[in-house]
Each structure stands twice: as C-alpha cells, then as structure tokens.
C-alpha cells in the first residue's frame, strides 16, 4: 500500500497542473468570438502534441474556413491545462476552432501556428455550427499545408514527463522494498 502511494504520489507531482485559474467572461457567443479571432475553421483533429510542461499542440485537417488564412493541416498551440486557459477538447473529433496570431497564457504561437484558448469559443461541431449569418464557409485552394510535428502521439504527451515519473516510482517501489525485506531479515534475527 506504501509503494502504491508512493507511485501515485509521483505521478502526480509530474503531471501536476501549475496552481492557476483561468475565469472566462460571461457572454459574447460566437459574435464576439468570431470578432476577436483571426482565423475561424471547421476541421478534425489529426495529432495532439504536449511541447512543454505548460504548451500543448493541437493540428487539425480542415474542411471549412469561416474566416482568415489557415493550412489544409493546421497547427493550434495553447496552454495544456484548462486551469490556465488551455483548451480542453478530447483527442480526436471534427471542431470549430476560433483563434488567434498572438501569444496566450502558457503558450507562443510559432510560424504558421494560431493560438486558441478555453474562453475563445472552439467546441466540438456537436456542440453546434457556426452561429447563423456570421460567415459563409470558403474552399482551402491553394493553401500551403502547415509543418507538422515529426512524432505522432495517440493523444497523450509527447514529452518524457511520464518515463521520468515512471522511473522514479519505479525506484521508489524498488527502495521501499529493499527497506522493508532489510527490517524483516533484522526483526527475525533479533527473534
């Protein structure tokens, strides 16, 4: 049970969240989130990266763009937790995405890349389409497609956090238990 704790207690400390909060302003909807970003766009989510201990990477084959210029694979940077604003979508579904060329909590956008967060107004399509009469959808002809990560993750994080909280559970197993068979070897030979 102690080893157990121990292990728990591990994985915890490295992926825990950084203490923040995010509080998203009540109101607005898709007007004010389609007036706010730079680029609006429908599209499945194809890879999911965590770059940093705070940064994740969300790329998205788009079908549709509502609003300004993306790539037919388009990279998303935002914070990796939904306590600092990042986004919180599941790893693999079709999008509207609103974003923006800036830099957000946790996250800088590179080249290429767009930056969106928990308050911008992307949910999953079965959440809703795009709110009536704000955009007509356009064609992606003659878009470049964006560079891509080089390493696919299956919806986990791409970075070694996890083999490093593995391994010092795994040293932490392999310690108790060396104290604990040294105490029962000294307790039988006190009796």
């Known amino acids: 049970m102690l080893a157990a704790g121990i292990v728990l207690l591990a994985f915890a400390w490295f992926d825990a969240p950084p203490a923040a909060a995010c509080s998203c302003a009540v109101g607005g909807g898709d007007r004010s989130a389609f007036e706010q970003a730079d680029v609006v766009f429908v599209g499945d989510m194809s890879d999911y990266e965590r770059r940093s201990v705070g940064e ?93 990560s080089e390493a696919r993750v299956d919806g986990e994080p791409s970075n070694d956090r996890n083999i490093i909280g ?13 104290v604990i068979a040294t105490r029962r070897r000294r307790h039988r030979a006190q009796t």
């Open 56 to 148: 994740a990477r969300w790329t998205f084959t788009v079908s549709q763009v509502y609003k300004g210029e993306v790539a037919k694979t388009q990279p998303i940077v935002s914070a990796f937790s939904g306590a600092t604003c990042g986004l919180e979508l599941p790893k693999r579904g079709e999008f509207l995405v609103f974003a923006s060329g800036g830099a957000g909590p946790g996250s800088d956008p590179g080249a290429g890349e767009y930056y969106a967060g928990l308050c911008g107004g992307t949910r999953s399509t079965t959440a809703g389409p795009l709110e009536a009469g704000l955009a007509i959808p356009r064609p992606l002809e003659g878009v470049e497609v964006a560079q891509q």
């Open 166 to 178: 593995l391994v010092v559970g795994v040293v932490a197993v392999v310690g108790i238990g060396v």
